[in-house]
C-alpha cells in the first residue's frame, strides 16, 4: 500500500510561481514510478511531468520550459517548480505512483488557482 500526500497549492497571480510536493510513504520501490497530473473542471486528466524508468523526465508541451520536476529520494519526496504560471494552468494537480506490479496510487489532489 502506497500513500501520497501533496502540499503548496494555492492562489497566485500570472507570471507568479509556486513549488508542490508529493510525499510518499508505504511500500516504496526503487523501479516505481512517480508523476504529476492536473484536472480541471469539465476536462480529463493530463500528464503534466513525468520521472521515466531510464531516468530521464517528460513533460507537457504546454508546461516545457517553466515547469520542473525533481524528486529527493532520502525523503521519499517529488517536487514541481512552476514558473511563469498562466490562468490556463489552473487546476487540481495530483500526485501520482505507479508500482512495479502496475498498480497505480492517487494522492487527493491539491489545488492550483492562478487569478488576478
Known amino acids: 500500500q502506497v500513500q501520497l500526500v501533496e502540499s503548496g497549492g494555492g492562489l497566485v497571480q500570472p507570471g507568479g510561481s509556486l513549488r508542490l510536493s508529493c510525499a510518499a510513504s508505504?511500500?516504496?520501490?526503487?523501479?516505481?514510478?512517480m508523476g504529476w497530473y492536473r484536472q480541471a473542471p469539465g476536462k480529463e486528466r493530463e500528464l503534466v511531468a513525468t520521472f521515466t524508468t531510464g531516468g530521464g523526465t517528460n513533460y507537457a508541451e504546454s508546461v516545457k520550459g517553466r515547469f520542473t520536476i525533481s524528486r529527493d529520494n532520502a525523503k521519499n519526496t517529488m517536487y514541481l517548480q512552476m514558473n511563469s504560471l498562466k490562468p490556463e494552468d489552473t487546476a487540481v494537480y495530483y500526485c501520482?505512483?505507479?508500482?512495479?506490479?502496475?498498480?497505480?496510487?492517487w494522492g487527493q489532489g491539491t489545488q492550483v488557482t492562478v487569478s488576478s
Open positions: 501520482r505512483y505507479r508500482n512495479h506490479y502496475y498498480q497505480v496510487y
Open positions: 508505504g511500500s516504496l520501490f526503487s523501479i516505481d514510478v
